[in-house]
């Protein structure tokens, strides 16, 4: 028995690897924005991924009012 194990992993098969842009799918537009960026601008809440990031800035600096909120009066 051979105590050597060698494995092939120089070759690599380009046809199994992952697209590396963002791929639409079942009807969807492709979308240059990525992520919840992405999401906002497909879902018709911003218009560009700038907008999008701005939404969502507005969004944490709604949670942490929020959480100030809450501790002070309600704990």
Do not use: C
Request: hydrophobic content about 50%.
């Amino acid at each position: 028995m051979s105590n050597e194990v060698q494995f092939d992993t120089d070759t690599q098969n380009d046809a199994i690897r992952r697209p590396v842009g963002s791929v639409a799918g079942f009807g969807q537009p492709m979308s240059d924005a990525a992520g919840m960026a992405g999401w906002l601008v497909r879902h018709g809440f911003a218009k560009t991924s700038t907008g999008a990031q701005g939404i969502m800035i507005a969004v944490v600096a709604v949670d942490i009012i929020a959480t100030f909120v809450v501790i002070k009066y309600f704990l």
